[in-house]
Structure formats: structure tokens, C-alpha cells
């Protein structure tokens, strides 16, 4: 399933591409955007897990750095059965977490200082173990793509709104006018086509890598405490993140409550997850 949709992403991508190249720039415009959508699928599919790390700014640790995830990564792998992966820190304070990678060949998880300092080993375990089920789920790749391919769309739009603009702006034909109008209409629908990509992929992968990690840990309610605790911690200390790759961190940077806001969050309600896991909404009596 998870191949199906990496698939499905990258020929949306080559589609949108060569469309918008041929109303912009005709035949030629086609043919150069699908040149343009060949070379962002080959980076998309090779470079898009560097591309998350690297916009977090995350640094590769040694197991001397880091010895408390080390271990626990490894003990968790061999339950698993996958290989072990690279492991990040991003230097933040703010306490979220996401794995990324093409495979389980080629995956790495990336915790930030803030998680580190506020969960107990055993929190800090359920953690990770949500990252590797993401792992063993094979849907890492299909996340790391969809962050892509949503900040290349806004990007896409951004180019055809100013190129429109400026098109229109020649005191010119029918054409520019339109031009322009189109132009204006795909910035405005770009991100609303980036949003429904990272909710696509999203939602319900987030609730099966919470099975997963309570699955391989056997401790339902230490994955629940640390929930808790980092959506709690988060609305005080946000994640500065981009809204193209909010869907990869284990708590939406951004959270809402139960509002209207929330049927269009990159995530779950965390009491929705929390009572999936454990049976009630909270661990603490109620969600801090």
C-alpha cells in the first residue's frame, strides 16, 4: 500500500508539473517541466530524507554521544527485525521526534534535545519505538516524499503567480490576462493541494506506528505519558517547523484542540491517540 502511494505522489508531482508547464509555456513548456519533474522525483526518492534532517538542521550522533538512544534503539531493532538506524539530534528545546528514509536500509531517527531532557527512559523508549514502527511500517519514504513534494507545490505556485504577474503587467493581450488569472488561482490552490497530501499520509499512520511501538515495547501507557507530556511541553515551547513537513514529527508542531482547526491537522487529536492506547483520553486525569 505504502508503494502504491509513494507511486501515486510522484506521478501527481510529473502530472502537475507537466499540466502547468503546458498552459504556461506550451509544448515547450511541457516538455521542460517534465524534465524538471523527472529530476524532482530522482531527488525526491534519494534526497528527501536529507532534505527533512537538513532543514532542522539535525546532527548525526555516535554512540558515545548518545549511549540512552543508542541502546534502545538497538534492543528495539533486533525485536523488530529491522536494521539498525542513523540516529540525529536537532538542536532544539522543544520536545518532538521523526524518523525518515527511503527503506529500512537506509532509515534515520531524529529526536531533539528537548525530548531527550523531558521523558524517563521508559517514555523515551515508547518514542522511539513509534519511530522504528514507522520504520517496519515502510511508510517513511511516502512521508519524507510527501514533505517534498508539498514544499516544491507551494514553491510551483509562488514561481507561476509572480511569472503570471509579471506577464500581465505588459498591458497585454487576452492571453496575459489569463495567464495572470491562472497563475493567481494555482496560488491559491497549491497549498490546499499540499495540505491534502500530507493529510492523505498522515492521519491514520500515525495511529498504526503508536500500535506499532506500544507492540514492540509491551508499555502501552509509556508511549501515552510521553504524549502527553510533549504535547504539553510543545504549546509552550513550539517547533519551528515548516508547514510542508509538520505530518513527520511524532506531535504536530503546531497543535489545536478539539476545533474545527483540528479536521485539518496533520495529526490526530493526541486524546484520541492516547485513548487508543490506554482506554481514556489521558494519562494524567487530563491532557496538561
Do not use: C
Not at 10 to 19: E, F, G, N, R, S
Not at 53 to 58: D, E, F, I, W
Not at 195 to 211: F, G, K, N
Amino acid at each position: 500500500m505504502n508503494t502504491f502511494k509513494t507511486a501515486f505522489l510522484l506521478t501527481a508531482l510529473t502530472l502537475l508539473l507537466i499540466l502547468a508547464g503546458e498552459y504556461f509555456g506550451g509544448t515547450d513548456g511541457a516538455l521542460i517541466a517534465f524534465v524538471l519533474a523527472a529530476a524532482m522525483n530522482f531527488f525526491s526518492y534519494f534526497y528527501s530524507d536529507k532534505i527533512a534532517l537538513a532543514m532542522y538542521g539535525a546532527k548525526p550522533v555516535t554512540r558515545e554521544e548518545l549511549p540512552r538512544a543508542y541502546d534502545v534503539v538497538e534492543r528495539l531493532t533486533r525485536r523488530a527485525g529491522i536494521p539498525m538506524p542513523k540516529i540525529y539530534v536537532i538542536p532544539t528545546e522543544s520536545p518532538n521526534a521523526f524518523a525518515t528514509g527511503r527503506n529500512p536500509q537506509h532509515a534515520s531517527v531524529a529526536v531533539t534535545h528537548g525530548i531527550l531532557a523531558l521523558l524517563n527512559d521508559e517514555e523515551l523508549e515508547g518514542v522511539l519505538a513509534h519511530e522504528l514502527g514507522h520504520v517496519r511500517n515502510r511508510d517513511i519514504l511516502t512521508s519524507s516524499i510527501a514533505a517534498t513534494l508539498a514544499g516544491a507545490i507551494t514553491i510551483l505556485a509562488r514561481m507561476a503567480f509572480w511569472f503570471g504577474a509579471i506577464g500581465g503587467m505588459g498591458g497585454g493581450d487576452r492571453r496575459d490576462r489569463e495567464g495572470g488569472l491562472g497563475a493567481l488561482v494555482m496560488l491559491l490552490l497549491a497549498p490546499l493541494a499540499a495540505m491534502l497530501i500530507q493529510l492523505w499520509v498522515s492521519r491514520t499512520r500515525e495511529y498504526e506506528a503508536d500500535a506499532s511501538g506500544a507492540h514492540l515495547t509491551g508499555n502501552p501507557y509509556a508511549l501515552a505519558s510521553a504524549l502527553e507530556k510533549i504535547s504539553a511541553v510543545s504549546r509552550r515551547v513550539p517547533l519551528m517547523a515548516s508547514p510542508s513537513s509538520a505530518h513527520l514529527f511524532i506531535v504536530a508542531p503546531l497543535l489545536s484542540g478539539e476545533t474545527l482547526a483540528s479536521l485539518f491537522s496533520t495529526h490526530p487529536p493526541i486524546q484520541k491517540r492516547i485513548e487508543r492506547l490506554i482506554g481514556r483520553p489521558s494519562v494524567y486525569g487530563s491532557l496538561r
